[in-house]
């Protein structure tokens, strides 16, 4: 049987998805959790792998096992398991065909930034932080010269394994609440640190430090040198994968509504 879970997790006491010697990441919690909730070894695959700091509001994972439980118990009984900051959202039967990774059509990204001459408090790990006023329409402008097939390779860490840095960005949307800016990203797929980078080079174009134009000056060089800093882990937040209708898993998490 194939089971597919969606996950939701803070990931800022975490070395990341990817399993490590150390056992501090999110795929080590929950295959230990899956393991002391069935006593029997676990391996998950999952839709997208997220660096140290980042968070998750609906990695969606799976798994084969011969256990046969209703959806509802891979819930609450892989919960009872887990640290508080992380935690199985539903559970879904699928279909042998279904790949947690490979079945993704798209995958999604959210950037929180708090725009204040004061560090974030309540929210620190939650939220990326810039202290300098931010120019929306500069960042729009910029923004959309980033959607589109291009070859990213001036947005891609050094270590990137990705077999082609050419992707199709296909949406960036700007909004913001108050003090709170929120950017999303829809893309068939992402480089190492590609939005981390994508959003140094926004927050430059944003605080007048370029034009909107030098995003084009970035994208032809194809060198990481040519693009700004890599911005801070902690406002980025995996909104999840989109599927096939057949599958019929859900689109969003609770979550979604708490950001701003």
């Not at 970035?218 to 989109?242: C, E, I, K, N, Q």
Request: aromatic share 12%; proline share 5%; with cysteine.
């Amino acid at each position: 049987m194939r089971v597919a879970l969606g996950l939701s997790y803070n990931g800022s006491s975490y070395e990341g998805w990817q399993s490590q010697l150390s056992g501090n990441t999110i795929q080590d919690r929950l295959e230990h959790a899956l393991g002391q909730f069935t006593a029997q070894q676990f391996r998950v695959n999952c839709a997208g792998r997220t660096d140290a700091g980042v968070h998750g509001l609906m990695q969606v994972v799976h798994f084969d096992t011969l256990l046969e439980r209703d959806e509802a118990s891979w819930v609450r009984g892989t919960n009872a398991f887990l640290p508080r900051d992380i935690a199985v959202q539903w559970a879904r039967h699928m279909p042998d065909d279904f790949h947690s990774r490979g079945s993704a059509l798209a995958r999604r990204y959210a950037y929180v930034l708090l725009e204040s001459p004061v560090r974030p408090s309540v929210e620190a790990g939650r939220v990326g932080w810039v202290y300098r006023a931010m120019d929306s329409a500069a960042i729009e402008r910029a923004a959309a010269y980033l959607v589109g097939e291009h070859d990213f390779s001036s947005f891609r860490a050094a270590q990137c394994q990705a077999k082609s840095p050419v992707k199709t960005l296909t949406r960036i949307t700007v909004s913001r609440r108050g003090p709170y800016w929120r950017f999303e990203f829809e893309a068939n797929a992402f480089l190492h640190h590609m939005i981390r980078n994508i959003m140094g080079c926004l927050v430059s174009v944003g605080q007048c430090a370029h034009s909107p134009e030098w995003i084009l000056e970035v994208l032809a060089a194809r060198d990481r040198d040519a693009a700004a800093p890599t911005f801070s882990p902690d406002g980025l937040y995996f909104m999840g994968p989109v599927y096939e209708d057949r599958y019929a898993l859900p689109a969003s998490a609770p979550a979604y509504d708490w950001l701003p």
